[in-house]
């Protein structure tokens, strides 16, 4: 999930699923299915004193440690106020049909 700063214009918080998408595809990974875009949501309490953000959730399936440069580039980003990268348990994933096989 990433949330990107409200006070940014609707087209740039978009550009940032497909900055998602090639930090994913230039880590060896792929996305399941496409980025769930939320838009602009109003936060519980203010972050940052900020009142709203742009809400992205994608889900993702890699090699384990391979999204660190996507997570570097998160963290640095101005326009993002919160990202959390987790990793779905292995019965949870093979539900979903994430699961990746041992080859």
Known sequence: MVIIDG???DPKAQAWMKT?????S?????????IDWWGKRQ????????????????????APGSLDELERSLRL???????????????????RGMAVTAA
């Open 77 to 95: 980003a101005d326009d993002v106020v919160r990202h959390k990268l987790i990793r779905l348990p292995e019965a949870e994933a093979e539900r």
């Open 20 to 24: 998602v998408t090639d930090g994913v």
């Open 43 to 62: 936060f519980a309490y203010p972050i940052n004193k900020k009142p709203a953000g742009y809400y992205l959730v994608a889900e993702i399936v890699t």
């Open 7 to 9: 006070d940014v214009d």
């Open 26 to 34: 230039s880590a060896g990974g792929e996305l399941h299915g496409k």
